[in-house]
């Protein structure tokens, strides 16, 4: 058992209680990108890390990574607490076309000259086929 010195006397290191029903981080993350439709390559690309890390955050570690913390909360749409297990999660049951969002996003960094005929080429097929 580990400890912690403070001042002079020793106090043993608390751990926090889980309860049987408790969600891991890991199934909680899995179960978070998964519902934002990304896949572990796809999510590891947005953050800028392997996929291998997501892989072990998601099943071999139970201690959240705390420095990528901020950037899962934002790719994945929750609050840091949601990821945490602090609070509960709202998921709609819907998952994004990630290949689809990914093109949005490189269309919308082209420039607006470029961006015009892709809008009206969209455009067209949502009028054909409605």
């Avoid at 998921?91 to 969002?101: A, E, P, Y």
Wanted: charged residues 25%; aromatic residues 6%; glycine residues 6%.
């Amino acid at each position: 058992m580990s400890r912690i010195v403070v001042g002079l006397c020793i106090m043993p290191k608390r751990k926090i209680p889980t309860t049987e029903n408790r969600e891991s981080f890991g199934d909680r993350l899995a179960k978070l990108r998964y519902a934002a439709g990304y896949s572990q390559r796809a999510l590891a690309a947005e953050l800028g890390i392997s996929q291998r890390m997501i892989a072990y955050y998601e099943g071999e570690t139970e201690y959240p990574p705390a420095h990528l913390l901020p950037l899962l909360a934002k790719a994945l749409g929750v609050t840091a607490d949601q990821l945490l297990g602090m609070e509960k999660a709202e998921t709609n049951g819907r998952t994004r076309d990630t290949r689809l969002w990914r093109r949005f996003t490189q269309v919308e960094r082209l420039p607006v000259n470029q961006r015009k005929p892709i809008l009206q080429f969209i455009d067209a097929m949502l009028t054909k086929a409605s």
